[in-house]
């Protein structure tokens, strides 16, 4: 297995997963096209964020987005944390942890002071995963708007 940052190349097969993911997502639906530009935009601006991956030979199992913004509060830089998916066929083999942890180092690395997501509220499994790997449950309640 290798970890790492996504490249160009990568984008097929990143689109295929945020389409597995997103069908199971309330709010979204799968839309390649949109996949795909969001893909490159960020894989070609790492100041906007990075996309990191786990892979075996060339085929990526699983794939997640750290986005960047700069946090008043801390002064800092401060990570979103996005789109994390593994293979259907590779769950519960290890490969979302070892994923997360990579993610997890790579902030820091980068200087990220704090990392935020999102998880469908019915998603138990998904809230049991993150707070297997050192996520707390934050008392903000999130709002969104569609524009």
């Given at each position: ?35 795909r530009r969001a893909l490159k935009t960020i894989i070609s601006n ?102």
């Amino acid at each position: 297995m290798e970890l790492k940052t996504a490249e160009l190349s990568d984008i097929p097969q990143l689109s295929q997963l945020l389409n597995s993911l997103f069908v199971q997502e309330i709010e979204f639906t799968p839309n390649e096209q949109a996949h795909r530009r969001a893909l490159k935009t960020i894989i070609s601006n790492p100041q906007i964020g990075h996309i990191l991956v786990i892979k075996e030979t060339n085929k990526v199992l699983g794939m997640v987005n750290i986005l960047y913004t700069i946090s008043t509060a801390l002064g800092a830089k401060v990570g979103i944390l996005e789109d994390m998916v593994i293979l259907k066929e590779y769950r519960a083999q290890g490969l979302g942890v070892q994923l997360i942890t990579f993610a997890l180092e790579f902030a820091k690395e980068n200087e990220c002071k704090r990392l935020t997501l999102l998880t469908d509220a019915d998603n138990t499994d998904a809230h049991k995963f993150y707070e297997k790997v050192g996520f707390s449950r934050s008392c903000m309640l999130p709002f969104r708007i569609t524009l």
